[in-house]
């Protein structure tokens, strides 16, 4: 098992069987673990395999969304191999068979970029903050966000309110909590400082 697995999944299932919406650990956001509860909805423990599904569903609308992002910025030609490109990365492939926030952040972040170049700023900033809310980094969103929408003020602020609001709404233990939540982030940055990935 991946070792996010092993977090992940088992708070996935305390969602549906009376551990409340409260993981209690904020290393990551709430939203994956949101996205997992109806999957361990008929299981008597946690579920790695019935997670797993949803994270091959969730990288497949990875490919899609590169699709779409593909066709709005540069056509279909750039939507197929981008797609294609997607869809046989190695790391994709390996962490859409993992139920992990990485898929679900890239995936946020796909889509949050094609509704910027589609124009639909508001749209970008709700999925924005599903992506930061899938993962920390997606928060750096806010930079293609404020690119995107400069000098439409009232656009880009109710893009902004809308990417908080969806946060919010997903991952308000985190808020709830910033604290614990600051603490959490704060000690998985300094793993990875130390060398956790190798």
Same mark, same amino acid.
């Given at each position: 098992?991946?070792?996010?697995?092993?977090?992940?999944?088992?708070?996935?299932?305390?969602? $549906?069987?009376?551990?409340?919406?409260?993981?209690? !650990? =904020?290393?990551?956001?709430?939203?994956?673990?949101?996205?997992? %509860?109806?999957?361990?909805?008929?299981?008597?423990?946690? *579920?790695?395999?019935? +997670?797993? #599904?949803? %994270? @091959?569903?969730?990288?497949?609308?990875?490919?899609?969304?590169?699709? !779409?992002?593909?066709?709005?910025? =540069?056509?279909?030609?750039?939507?197929?191999?981008?797609?294609?490109? #997607? +869809? #046989? %990365?190695?790391?994709?492939?390996?962490?859409?068979?993992?139920?992990?926030?990485?898929?679900? &952040?890239?995936?946020?972040?796909?889509?949050?970029?094609? /509704?910027? #170049?589609?124009?639909? &700023?508001?749209?970008?900033?709700?999925?924005?903050? $599903?992506?930061? *809310?899938?993962? =920390?980094?997606?928060?750096?969103?806010?930079?293609? $966000?404020? @690119?995107?929408? !400069?000098?439409?003020?009232?656009? &880009?602020?109710? %893009?902004?309110? /809308? +990417?908080?609001?969806?946060?919010?709404?997903? *991952?308000?233990?985190? @808020? &709830?909590?910033?604290?614990?939540?600051?603490?959490?982030?704060?000690? @998985?940055?300094? $793993?990875?400082?130390?060398?956790?990935?190798?």
């Amino acid at each position: 098992l991946n070792p996010d697995e092993v977090n992940i999944v088992p708070r996935a299932w305390d969602v $549906l069987h009376g551990g409340g919406l409260d993981p209690g !650990w =904020y290393d990551y956001p709430s939203l994956l673990m949101l996205v997992l %509860a109806p999957t361990q909805a008929l299981a008597d423990a946690p *579920s790695y395999g019935a +997670a797993r #599904v949803a %994270a @091959v569903a969730l990288g497949v609308a990875g490919v899609a969304a590169t699709w !779409w992002l593909g066709s709005r910025a =540069y056509g279909r030609r750039a939507a197929l191999i981008g797609a294609l490109g #997607v +869809a #046989v %990365a190695t790391t994709h492939v390996a962490y859409s068979r993992m139920a992990v926030t990485d898929v679900l &952040l890239t995936l946020g972040c796909t889509a949050a970029l094609a /509704l910027l #170049v589609e124009g639909r &700023l508001e749209w970008a900033g709700a999925v924005a903050g $599903l992506a930061a *809310s899938a993962k =920390y980094p997606g928060a750096i969103l806010v930079v293609p $966000l404020v @690119v995107a929408g !400069w000098g439409a003020w009232g656009r &880009l602020g109710r %893009a902004i309110g /809308l +990417a908080a609001a969806a946060f919010l709404v997903t *991952s308000p233990f985190v @808020v &709830l909590h910033a604290g614990a939540a600051l603490d959490d982030v704060r000690r @998985v940055q300094e $793993l990875a400082r130390l060398g956790w990935l190798g």
